[in-house]
């Protein structure tokens, strides 16, 4: 017979599904609060900090692309028990659009990128493409890149809200298998 212990550490997603979760979150927060200051930069700086956000924005997007890697190779956990088949296949699809999302919308911001004419300043070199600018391409497509920036800020929120009503009115330890396994042990020592 296993002990709770043991069931949790098999209910625990791993170390390295984890990182890639918490990593991605984070670029997603730096991408999307650069995109949505895009408007109020000072115009001596909008240069910088658009080909930072595009920067970050390949780096989600190559990210994204280990993260499909790793869970080609590593099994996630079963799935909670007590989750109703409604709840979980709700959950599969909402983490399928945000999967989606998460790998057309640095697509289409990269075709708006080029086509707005600029280049990937790396810092000690660039990758231009040549390519002049072109507002019949690049503004429907900055246009789509922002609605679908949109469209995974909503998904995150549900998913993130999600998680926060599994923690603090559920109470059935759903956010605990995601969450790095030192800060567990914290948080139940302070409880």
């Not at 920067?55 to 989750?83: D, K, Q, S, Y």
Request: net charge positive.
């Amino acid at each position: 017979m296993k002990s709770a212990q043991d069931s949790q550490a098999l209910s625990r997603y791993g170390s390295g599904a984890i990182g890639f979760h918490w990593f991605m979150f984070v670029l997603v927060v730096c991408v999307g609060v650069l995109g949505l200051l895009h408007d109020s930069w000072p115009k001596q700086t909008q240069r910088f900090w658009i080909n930072i956000h595009a920067l970050l924005g390949l780096l989600l997007w190559f990210t994204l692309m280990a993260r499909f890697w790793w869970r080609r190779r590593h099994r996630p956990p079963p799935a909670m028990e007590g989750m109703g088949k409604f709840w979980r296949r709700t959950a599969a699809v909402v983490h399928f659009c945000l999967y989606a999302l998460l790998f057309v919308t640095p697509i289409v911001g990269i075709i708006t990128f080029v086509y707005h004419g600029r280049a990937f300043d790396f810092g000690i070199f660039k990758v231009d493409f040549g390519i002049k600018s072109n507002r019949a391409i690049f503004h429907p497509t900055e246009d789509l890149h922002q609605y679908l920036a949109y469209a995974i800020f909503a998904l995150a929120g549900i998913h993130a809200l999600t998680a926060l009503w599994h923690q603090f009115i559920l109470r059935d330890g759903l956010l605990e298998r995601m969450w790095p396994a030192r800060g567990i042990r914290q948080s139940r020592g302070a409880a």
